[in-house]
Protein backbone atom coordinates (compact mmCIF):
# COMPACT_ATOMS: atom_id res chain seq x y z
CA UNK A 1 0.00 0.00 0.00
CA UNK A 2 2.94 2.37 0.26
CA UNK A 3 3.35 2.85 -3.42
CA UNK A 4 0.60 4.69 -3.85
CA UNK A 5 0.22 7.86 -6.18
CA UNK A 6 4.19 7.22 -7.04
CA UNK A 7 4.20 7.64 -10.81
CA UNK A 8 4.22 11.29 -11.69
CA UNK A 9 1.66 10.65 -14.62
CA UNK A 10 -0.96 10.17 -11.39
CA UNK A 11 -3.71 13.06 -11.17
CA UNK A 12 -3.08 12.98 -7.52
CA UNK A 13 0.75 13.68 -7.80
CA UNK A 14 -0.07 16.36 -10.31
CA UNK A 15 -2.22 17.91 -8.69
CA UNK A 16 -0.04 17.93 -5.50
CA UNK A 17 2.97 19.71 -8.26
CA UNK A 18 -0.09 22.42 -9.39
CA UNK A 19 -0.93 23.20 -5.57
CA UNK A 20 2.48 22.79 -4.18
CA UNK A 21 3.92 24.74 -6.88
CA UNK A 22 1.51 28.06 -6.02
CA UNK A 23 4.24 27.97 -2.71
CA UNK A 24 7.21 28.34 -5.09
CA UNK A 25 6.45 31.14 -6.93
CA UNK A 26 4.57 33.49 -3.82
CA UNK A 27 6.51 35.67 -1.66
CA UNK A 28 8.29 34.32 1.33
CA UNK A 29 5.75 36.25 3.76
CA UNK A 30 2.50 34.65 2.08
CA UNK A 31 4.82 31.35 2.59
CA UNK A 32 5.35 32.01 6.25
CA UNK A 33 1.42 33.21 6.58
CA UNK A 34 0.56 30.04 4.65
CA UNK A 35 2.29 27.47 7.17
CA UNK A 36 0.58 29.43 9.89
CA UNK A 37 -3.16 29.15 9.02
CA UNK A 38 -2.77 25.68 7.76
CA UNK A 39 -0.73 24.10 10.94
CA UNK A 40 -2.37 26.76 13.53
CA UNK A 41 -4.54 29.16 12.24
CA UNK A 42 -7.64 27.40 11.05
CA UNK A 43 -8.00 25.22 13.45
CA UNK A 44 -7.67 27.92 16.36
CA UNK A 45 -10.60 29.71 14.15
CA UNK A 46 -12.70 26.68 13.98
CA UNK A 47 -12.60 27.17 17.83
CA UNK A 48 -13.33 30.51 17.67
CA UNK A 49 -16.50 29.38 15.48
CA UNK A 50 -17.92 26.87 18.38
CA UNK A 51 -17.40 29.25 21.01
CA UNK A 52 -19.35 32.43 18.72
CA UNK A 53 -22.41 29.59 17.86
CA UNK A 54 -22.49 28.64 21.91
CA UNK A 55 -23.02 32.25 23.00
CA UNK A 56 -25.14 32.87 19.82
CA UNK A 57 -27.84 29.49 20.44
CA UNK A 58 -27.74 29.99 24.26
CA UNK A 59 -29.55 33.24 24.16
CA UNK A 60 -31.92 32.72 20.62
CA UNK A 61 -34.89 30.15 19.76
CA UNK A 62 -36.52 27.62 22.42
CA UNK A 63 -34.64 26.30 25.54
CA UNK A 64 -35.07 22.53 23.41
CA UNK A 65 -33.82 24.27 20.72
CA UNK A 66 -30.42 25.37 22.92
CA UNK A 67 -30.28 21.88 24.44
CA UNK A 68 -30.08 20.45 20.54
CA UNK A 69 -27.72 23.29 19.74
CA UNK A 70 -25.38 22.84 22.53
CA UNK A 71 -25.53 18.65 22.31
CA UNK A 72 -24.12 19.40 18.91
CA UNK A 73 -21.52 22.02 19.99
CA UNK A 74 -20.25 19.42 22.22
CA UNK A 75 -20.29 16.31 19.81
CA UNK A 76 -18.45 18.62 17.40
CA UNK A 77 -14.73 18.52 18.80
CA UNK A 78 -15.53 14.89 20.35
CA UNK A 79 -16.23 13.68 17.05
CA UNK A 80 -12.83 14.99 15.58
CA UNK A 81 -10.95 13.31 18.44
CA UNK A 82 -12.71 10.00 17.68
CA UNK A 83 -11.69 10.59 14.29
CA UNK A 84 -8.20 10.81 15.01
CA UNK A 85 -8.48 7.84 16.79
CA UNK A 86 -10.01 5.82 13.88
CA UNK A 87 -7.57 7.22 11.87
CA UNK A 88 -4.42 5.30 13.71
CA UNK A 89 -4.79 1.99 12.39
CA UNK A 90 -5.73 3.53 8.81
CA UNK A 91 -2.63 5.13 8.33
CA UNK A 92 -0.70 1.90 9.96
CA UNK A 93 -2.65 0.12 7.29
CA UNK A 94 -2.14 2.07 4.00
CA UNK A 95 1.76 3.07 5.40
CA UNK A 96 1.56 6.16 2.72
CA UNK A 97 5.40 8.07 2.92
CA UNK A 98 4.72 11.83 2.88
CA UNK A 99 4.69 13.26 -0.36
CA UNK A 100 8.42 15.29 -0.32
CA UNK A 101 9.73 11.74 0.46
CA UNK A 102 8.50 10.41 -2.84
CA UNK A 103 8.43 13.30 -5.46
CA UNK A 104 11.74 15.76 -6.08
CA UNK A 105 10.79 19.51 -6.51
CA UNK A 106 7.96 19.92 -3.45
CA UNK A 107 8.09 22.77 -1.79
CA UNK A 108 7.69 21.88 1.84
CA UNK A 109 6.47 24.67 4.23
CA UNK A 110 6.69 23.01 7.38
CA UNK A 111 9.37 20.43 8.29
CA UNK A 112 9.75 17.27 10.63
CA UNK A 113 6.89 15.38 9.40
CA UNK A 114 7.53 11.89 9.77
CA UNK A 115 4.58 9.84 10.30
CA UNK A 116 2.95 8.56 7.72
CA UNK A 117 0.34 10.81 5.22
CA UNK A 118 -2.99 9.21 4.26
CA UNK A 119 -5.25 10.43 5.98
CA UNK A 120 -4.57 13.85 6.97
CA UNK A 121 -4.94 14.24 10.50
CA UNK A 122 -5.54 18.20 10.11
CA UNK A 123 -8.47 17.86 6.89
CA UNK A 124 -9.92 14.95 9.33
CA UNK A 125 -10.41 17.17 12.34
CA UNK A 126 -11.75 20.40 10.79
CA UNK A 127 -14.48 18.37 8.53
CA UNK A 128 -15.59 16.63 11.69
CA UNK A 129 -15.86 19.89 13.62
CA UNK A 130 -17.34 21.27 10.75
CA UNK A 131 -20.03 18.86 10.30
CA UNK A 132 -20.62 18.38 14.18
CA UNK A 133 -21.33 23.12 14.24
CA UNK A 134 -23.71 22.17 11.42
CA UNK A 135 -25.87 19.81 12.93
CA UNK A 136 -26.18 22.66 15.54
CA UNK A 137 -26.68 25.44 13.35
CA UNK A 138 -26.43 25.25 9.57
CA UNK A 139 -25.23 29.27 9.14
CA UNK A 140 -22.25 28.71 11.37
CA UNK A 141 -21.68 25.23 9.94
CA UNK A 142 -21.44 26.21 6.47
CA UNK A 143 -18.75 29.25 8.24
CA UNK A 144 -16.79 25.97 9.72
CA UNK A 145 -16.93 23.60 6.59
CA UNK A 146 -15.46 25.89 4.05
CA UNK A 147 -13.11 26.78 6.98
CA UNK A 148 -12.42 22.81 6.70
CA UNK A 149 -12.17 22.93 3.01
CA UNK A 150 -9.19 25.74 3.30
CA UNK A 151 -7.28 23.97 5.63
CA UNK A 152 -7.73 20.92 3.29
CA UNK A 153 -5.74 23.05 0.54
CA UNK A 154 -3.16 24.35 2.87
CA UNK A 155 -2.41 21.01 3.48
CA UNK A 156 -1.86 20.51 -0.01
CA UNK A 157 -0.33 23.77 -0.76
CA UNK A 158 2.70 23.73 2.34
CA UNK A 159 3.66 20.11 0.33
CA UNK A 160 2.98 17.74 3.40
CA UNK A 161 0.10 15.98 1.79
CA UNK A 162 -1.55 14.44 -1.51
CA UNK A 163 -4.78 15.95 -2.19
CA UNK A 164 -6.22 12.06 -1.59
CA UNK A 165 -4.89 12.39 1.85
CA UNK A 166 -7.08 15.40 2.09
CA UNK A 167 -10.22 13.89 0.78
CA UNK A 168 -9.91 11.18 2.57
CA UNK A 169 -9.69 13.13 5.57
CA UNK A 170 -12.86 14.91 4.38
CA UNK A 171 -14.45 11.87 4.21
CA UNK A 172 -13.46 9.86 7.80
CA UNK A 173 -14.61 13.24 9.40
CA UNK A 174 -17.60 13.97 7.73
CA UNK A 175 -18.56 10.02 8.01
CA UNK A 176 -17.72 9.59 11.77
CA UNK A 177 -19.60 13.21 13.07
CA UNK A 178 -22.95 12.28 10.68
CA UNK A 179 -23.05 8.38 11.49
CA UNK A 180 -22.45 8.17 15.19
CA UNK A 181 -24.85 11.61 15.80
CA UNK A 182 -27.59 9.51 16.81
CA UNK A 183 -25.49 7.80 19.40
CA UNK A 184 -24.32 11.09 20.54
CA UNK A 185 -27.94 12.62 20.91
CA UNK A 186 -28.73 10.05 23.12
CA UNK A 187 -25.90 10.41 24.97
CA UNK A 188 -25.33 13.97 25.92
CA UNK A 189 -28.81 15.22 25.79
CA UNK A 190 -30.11 13.45 29.33
CA UNK A 191 -26.66 15.35 30.36
CA UNK A 192 -27.26 19.23 28.64
CA UNK A 193 -30.90 19.20 29.79
CA UNK A 194 -29.68 18.10 33.26
CA UNK A 195 -27.36 21.33 32.86
CA UNK A 196 -30.24 23.56 31.46
CA UNK A 197 -32.12 22.83 34.56
CA UNK A 198 -29.16 23.81 37.06
CA UNK A 199 -29.71 26.93 38.59
CA UNK A 200 -25.50 27.53 38.83
CA UNK A 201 -24.68 25.66 35.44
CA UNK A 202 -27.77 26.78 33.65
CA UNK A 203 -25.89 29.57 31.97
CA UNK A 204 -24.11 27.22 29.86
CA UNK A 205 -26.87 26.20 27.90
CA UNK A 206 -29.24 28.76 28.36
CA UNK A 207 -28.49 32.56 28.88
CA UNK A 208 -30.04 34.27 31.95
CA UNK A 209 -32.24 36.55 29.89
CA UNK A 210 -33.75 33.64 27.78
CA UNK A 211 -34.21 32.03 31.08
CA UNK A 212 -36.05 34.99 31.93
CA UNK A 213 -38.00 35.66 28.77
CA UNK A 214 -38.90 31.57 28.94
CA UNK A 215 -40.71 32.18 32.31
CA UNK A 216 -42.36 34.78 31.66
CA UNK A 217 -44.11 33.25 28.58
CA UNK A 218 -45.06 30.62 30.55
CA UNK A 219 -42.04 28.09 29.51
CA UNK A 220 -40.18 27.18 31.90
CA UNK A 221 -37.22 24.75 32.23
CA UNK A 222 -36.45 22.19 29.09
CA UNK A 223 -39.26 19.54 29.43
CA UNK A 224 -41.69 21.93 31.24
CA UNK A 225 -45.11 22.71 29.61
CA UNK A 226 -47.13 26.01 29.09
CA UNK A 227 -50.40 27.33 30.47
CA UNK A 228 -53.36 25.84 28.39
CA UNK A 229 -55.34 28.51 29.95
CA UNK A 230 -57.70 25.59 32.71
CA UNK A 231 -58.42 27.53 36.24
CA UNK A 232 -57.33 26.01 39.01
CA UNK A 233 -60.22 24.76 41.23
CA UNK A 234 -61.29 26.62 44.03
CA UNK A 235 -60.74 25.74 47.78
CA UNK A 236 -64.78 26.09 47.95
CA UNK A 237 -65.25 23.87 44.96
CA UNK A 238 -64.66 20.69 47.50
CA UNK A 239 -67.30 21.55 49.80
CA UNK A 240 -70.47 21.79 47.57
CA UNK A 241 -73.25 21.03 49.49
CA UNK A 242 -74.16 17.40 49.78
Do not use: Q
Not at 170 to 182: E, I, N, S
Amino acid sequence: MAGLALDGSNPDVSLLYDINGLAKGAPLWFDRVMEFVGEYGIMAALVLIVLWCWWSVRGSGTAEDSVTAVVGLLWAPLAAAVALLINIPIRGFVERPRPFLDHKGVEVLVAGKTDYSFVSDHATMAMAIGAGVFIAHRKFGLAAIGLALLEGFCRVYMGVHYPTDVIGGFALGTAVALLLTPLALALLTPLVSAVSRSRRAGWAVRSRAAREADLAGGCGAVGGTRSLGIPEPRPDDNNLAA
